[in-house]
């Protein structure tokens, strides 16, 4: 019992830490005088929580990490129902994150997907298709960054290919596909071969980490709208 009640304790200064962490944060970008930018990253598993998710949270830890200036939300898409694009669609999940993509601040977005035979699951498609309104004028998406990773069950599953599909179908919305830094020059690239967890793929964690610096650099770059 003793351990358990240590744990809550600890996770409770824990979680104080990271919110006073978050207010100074916020202190020293306004006394910057800057405004926050936002990167989301949209995890297209039909698992939430699996290394997909994972994969996307480590490459926006590594971008808001570059600058105090970068903030970062997590959509996992994992549960949630997301119809493709139809001439009439029935109200889904996609409603509730419009808002986010429309947000001012946004500056990129890094999305994943896992590979199914050697191609992007059904709803990263869907979720792609779901955003044709934002490419009507004023085009938020447009001049916006687009990052990808991809995950699959072996080393050589497809994970260039799935990118490669992502960010050409998201050019569509304007957006401006960028890699990692070297080597990681294309994307997040994962292995999941190891129960679930990402982070025992280092070559590949690493690579969505660098996907999510070079974002993170860019975004710290950009200017006040």
């Known amino acids: 019992m003793k351990s358990i009640l240590d744990r809550r304790s600890f996770l409770g200064v824990a979680g104080s830490a990271s919110a006073l962490a978050a207010v ?3 202190q020293v970008v306004a006394q910057a005088g800057e405004k926050p930018v936002l990167l ?24 808001a990490a570059v600058n105090p200036r970068i903030r970062t ?9 997301i119809a493709g694009w139809s001439p009439k669609i029935e109200p889904d999940d996609f ?4 808002p986010t993509l429309k947000d001012p601040a946004l500056a990129g977005m890094i999305i994943g997907s896992p590979c199914y035979f050697r191609s992007l699951s059904s709803l990263c498609k869907a979720f792609i298709e779901r955003c044709m309104p934002l490419r009507d004028a004023p085009a938020p998406l447009a001049d916006k960054w687009i990052g990808a990773i991809a995950v699959a069950g072996n ?6 290919l799935v990118v490669q599909q992502i960010l050409t179908a998201m050019l569509s919305y304007g ?9 990681a020059m294309l994307g997040g690239t994962l ?17 969505a980490r660098l996907l999510g610096t070079r974002l993170g650099k860019l975004a710290a770059a950009r200017k006040d709208e």
């Open 175 to 183: 957006m401006m596909a960028v890699g990692g830094e070297s080597p």
């Open 24 to 26: 100074t944060t916020s």
């Open 191 to 207: 292995w999941n071969s190891q129960g679930d967890d990402a982070h025992l793929d280092q070559g590949g964690i690493q690579s």
């Open 40 to 63: 989301v990253g949209i995890a297209c598993s039909p698992r939430p929580g699996k290394t997909t998710a994972q994969s996307v949270r480590a490459a926006l830890d590594a971008a």
């Open 155 to 160: 080393r050589n599953g497809g994970q260039e």
């Open 95 to 98: 409603d509730a994150i419009l």
């Open 73 to 81: 939300q997590l959509i996992d898409l994992g549960g949630r129902r």
